[in-house]
């Protein structure tokens, strides 16, 4: 993979560098960002340079620029990294202002995760980045709990397209959520799954990107090799030391089913954990509704009815219930 911010194509404007548009939103007041900030003065035209890096954000700038009516600044993607850490460093004060739009916390969160996910899966046996994710997932659930309409809005913002670094978003998202409707409130044991759920398919980077790309039908051989991914994963993460037992066993057992026959162990019923049964009806879900370049999206509801017709057995179906029910109603 080659850039860390996926979320949001970038924009060119002939022969000019590549932008992407940052929300305004994410722009702290008194803080000094490691990026240059561009705007947009002429429609058509590519934005032009506003501020150089390293140059504090007071509320003078923040209110010129909201006078002046600008949800977006621009940002050189050749920058995309040091954006990035920026909004990690500030993530959890975007997401608890109330003065910004719950609609606007989730754009910035979602294209944060997506961005951290996928240099994670670049430089999976990164600790620095494992602790970033770590925080991310802190903040994260933090918001989704405090904020009720959080999860409608963050579903507007969910990628069809599959990678598996949106995937592992959504997943999370999706997980969390039903965590915390089902009764799930303690907020450590929610971190701690958060962790498992954001990183559960980390141990696909150690598989060869020629079985994790493959748009026909896997042989036998690869099939076996794509079934080793919770392992490696598993492996992965125990060597960074700093995840629990709950991360751990989401990663190791989100392809385990109800009644027997999933991978890597073939657990049943109990054998299964519950947070980690979430998990699982989130990653079916997900992956049935993204597109990827051998198959089509398939809408929601469509979704949920193969799931209902066709594997319900082994999931949880109580959870189920509840997941159909939470995408009935994302405003909760
Ligand atoms: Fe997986
Ligand atoms: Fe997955």
């Given at each position: 993979m080659d850039s860390v911010m996926r979320q949001g194509s970038t924009l060119a404007w002939g022969g000019s560098m590549p932008f992407r548009r940052i929300p305004i939103a994410s722009l702290r007041q008194d803080t000094v960002p490691p990026f240059d900030l561009y705007l947009q003065t002429l429609e058509e035209q590519p934005p032009v340079l506003y501020r150089e890096r390293n140059l504090p954000v007071t509320a003078s700038v923040l209110s010129t620029l909201t006078d002046q009516h600008h949800e977006y600044v621009f940002l050189a993607t050749s920058q995309d990294s040091e954006y990035l850490r920026y909004v990690?460093?500030?993530l959890d004060s975007v997401l608890s202002d109330e003065g910004v739009p719950v609609a606007k916390r989730s754009q910035v969160l979602y294209s944060c995760a997506q961005g951290l996910v996928s240099q994670v899966l670049d430089e999976p046996r990164s600790r620095e980045l494992i602790e970033r994710s770590r925080d991310l997932v802190a903040a994260t659930t933090k918001f989704l709990a405090g904020e009720q309409a959080a999860f409608a809005h963050l579903l507007k913002l969910v990628s069809y397209d599959y990678y598996t670094y949106t995937h592992s978003v959504n997943v999370f998202v999706f997980s969390v959520t039903l965590a915390q409707r089902v009764g799930f409130t303690d907020p450590q044991l929610l971190r701690e799954f958060g962790e498992g759920v954001l990183l559960h398919d980390i141990g696909k980077s150690?598989?060869?990107?020629?079985?994790?790309?493959?748009?026909?039908k896997l042989s036998d051989e690869q099939w076996k090799s794509m079934k080793m991914h919770p392992v490696h994963g598993y492996e992965i993460l125990s060597e960074h030391g700093t995840l629990t037992g709950m991360a751990l066993d989401v990663v190791?057992?989100?392809?385990?089913k109800i009644r027997g026959g999933g991978y890597p162990d073939n657990l049943k019923g109990k054998q299964i954990a519950p947070l980690v049964r979430i998990s699982t009806i989130a990653d079916i879900f997900d992956a049935l509704t993204t597109r990827r370049s051998y198959k089509s999206a398939l809408p929601t509801f469509d979704a949920l009815r193969i799931m209902r017709?066709?594997?319900?057995?082994?999931?949880?179906?109580d959870y189920f219930r509840a997941f159909v029910s939470m995408m009935g109603n994302p405003g909760g």
């Open positions: 990690e460093k500030n150690m598989i060869d990107p020629s079985i994790t790309n493959c748009t026909g190791r057992h989100h392809h385990e017709d066709e594997i319900l057995k082994d999931l949880d179906d």
